[in-house]
């Protein structure tokens, strides 16, 4: 990747628990981790001397005006009576939840409470193809769990650095999980990651190793915990560009 794209970024905050109605600052601090990691910027934990680590050239920032093109801190703050919320619901107003911010401007992020207290979860780019435009354009987007979003203060360890939105953006971007969701016939369609047989989780001791090699368990897109991962590697920074370029063209500044 050679040109910096910038994403312009909604955040919807859905809160009923009062405590769950984050500051501007938790928000501030989630965008700031997205740049960190997706920039692989020194001095942060988004640094490292991994061979494969890539700089993206994605970065990201609050809206400055809305769908409308009002001026707009680029939060929204939605207070629901719905106390945990089922996959989709809370893209919905009349769910309970807040209708997106036309998705082929903005990424829009919900912040709620998810039920079976998911961490997170994405759309990918190309649901669009399979699932009709209607699905796509009202439910495009990733959603964040209340306590797994931004660094420190509300976010609860080990998930408490913000790789959450780090590994639900690359999705959405159109990364696969490192391990490709199978055993060692599985690929993520990634050529410099290497094949793993599982995902890891926690904060390995010792290299792992599947399927013959060593697992890049320090990859975003794997599972480990928050203060392990700081990789994308080179052929997973083209993946996400070329999806922007494919999908998500009108998105960037
Ligand atoms: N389980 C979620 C997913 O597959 C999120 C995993 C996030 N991992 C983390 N270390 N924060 O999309
Ligand atoms: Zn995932
Ligand atoms: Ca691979």
Not at 120 to 143: C, H, I, M, W
């Amino acid at each position: 990747p050679r040109k910096v794209r910038v994403i312009p970024v909604v955040v919807h905050i859905i809160w009923k628990d009062k405590r769950d109605n984050i500051s501007d600052r938790q928000v501030h601090s989630q965008i700031q981790v997205l740049n960190e990691d997706y920039r692989k910027k020194r001095g942060t934990k988004g640094y490292t001397r991994h061979p494969l680590a890539t700089d993206t050239m994605i970065e990201f920032r609050l809206a400055k005006v809305d769908a409308h093109w009002r001026k707009t801190t680029g939060i929204t703050r939605t207070r629901t009576k719905v106390s945990v919320f089922q996959l989709e619901q809370m893209k919905f107003s009349e769910l309970g939840g807040k209708d997106a911010w036309d998705t082929t401007r903005f990424l829009n992020i919900w912040v709620c409470r998810v039920r079976g207290g998911l961490l997170g979860y994405a759309q990918f780019p190309n649901g669009s193809r399979s699932l009709g435009q209607e699905k796509t354009n009202t439910t495009d987007g990733v959603v964040i769990g209340t306590r797994f979003f931004g660094r420190g203060g509300s976010a609860k360890k080990p998930f408490d650095l913000g790789r959450t939105a780090t590994h639900e953006v690359g999705h959405w971007l159109g990364l696969r999980h490192i391990w490709g969701d199978g055993g060692c016939d599985k690929d993520d369609g990634v050529s410099d990651t290497p094949l793993a047989g599982r995902p890891n989780r926690g904060h390995p001791r010792q290299r792992p190793h599947s399927c013959g090699s060593e697992d890049m368990f320090e990859n975003y897109m794997d599972y480990c915990d928050d203060n392990v991962q700081n990789v994308f590697t080179y052929e997973q920074a083209q993946r996400m560009n070329a999806t922007l370029t494919l999908y998500r063209l009108g998105l960037c500044e």
